[in-house]
């Protein structure tokens, strides 16, 4: 299960989040949640729990503005070390990176004016462990978010089984394959407020119409294949089917992206 697999290995994937960052269906979600954090300019403190390589810090920056505090925890070194070179470059100064696990926080209760996850939930749960800390470390009356996706791709294939077998990599590699379903239901059970929840459609139908769609359906698979989530024969298959597809421009693939913000009680 990728979630078992050691952080240095996860952190060879670090291409793929580049381009999960700047997917329109991604990139909508979490700014709609950041603006549902309601951040004041110059003035804020905000924690992302499972930052990873610090791929939201553009955004990030352009809602909290030249001061206040902005603090990434990741498990992953490889990230952080990614997160902090990025954050040094882009000149974010408030910027801070800790080596840390979403269910235990390096924080102190209430530190922070609000938190957010960005596709993490699905990695590390359970869900209202990992959001229970993120309630922990946000003052009373801030705000909590979190991006997740179901990685289910309606994809067209002339040979179902191997969308399927395609699909069922994800369903046996995450740790809770349901939870973007679930966010509003984590969310009440955490204790928290006015919980507001939103869907993203990311769509294509060419696999070169944005890096990602390469880089997470075709430049993944031998991994996938070394750790035993799919046979390299229907693989294999599954990809020459769709490269086929696509050079006759009749490719399409499709998913949905869930976005949830609540409220710490005050
Ligand atoms: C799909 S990546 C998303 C990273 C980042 N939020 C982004 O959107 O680019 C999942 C992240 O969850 C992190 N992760 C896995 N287990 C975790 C845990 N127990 N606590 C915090 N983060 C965790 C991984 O290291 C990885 O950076």
Not at 30 to 52: F, N, P, T
Not at 85 to 111: H, I, N, Q, T, W
Not at 137 to 165: D, K
Not at 177 to 194: A, D, I, M, P, Q
Request: proline share 4%.
């Amino acid at each position: 299960m990728l979630h078992d697999i050691s952080s240095e290995s996860v952190a060879g994937s670090g291409h793929v989040l580049e381009a999960m960052a700047t997917l329109p269906a991604f990139r909508e979600a979490r700014r709609w949640v950041l603006r549902q954090l309601e951040i004041a300019q110059d003035a804020s403190s905000l924690i992302e729990a499972g930052c990873g390589n610090g791929a939201a810090l553009p955004d990030v920056m352009s809602l909290m503005g030249t001061t206040g505090r902005f603090v990434g925890v990741d498990p992953t070194t490889a990230f952080i070390d990614v997160a902090r070179a990025r954050a040094a470059r882009l000149g974010a100064s408030y910027a801070e990176f800790k080596v840390g696990d979403v269910r235990a926080m390096p924080c102190d209760a209430g530190e922070f004016d609000a938190a957010f996850c960005d596709n993490v939930l699905i990695h590390a749960g359970p869900a209202k462990a990992a959001l229970g800390e993120m309630a922990r470390v946000t003052r009373p009356g801030g705000h909590i978010g979190a991006v997740e996706w179901l990685p289910f791709f309606l994809v067209s294939s002339t040979r179902p089984s191997t969308a399927e077998a395609f699909n069922a990599i994800f369903k046996a590699a995450v740790h809770d394959y349901f939870v973007s379903g679930n966010l509003k239901r984590h969310f009440h059970e955490t204790g928290l407020k006015r919980v507001r929840t939103q869907t993203f459609l990311a769509h294509t139908d060419s696999l070169d119409a944005h890096p990602w769609w390469r880089a997470f359906i075709v430049h993944q698979m031998p991994v996938f294949t070394r750790i035993g989530l799919i046979d390299e024969a229907t693989a294999r298959a599954f990809l020459t089917d769709l490269e086929a597809l696509n050079a006759r421009h009749e490719f399409s693939a499709s998913f949905i992206v869930t976005a949830a913000v609540g409220t710490n009680p005050s």
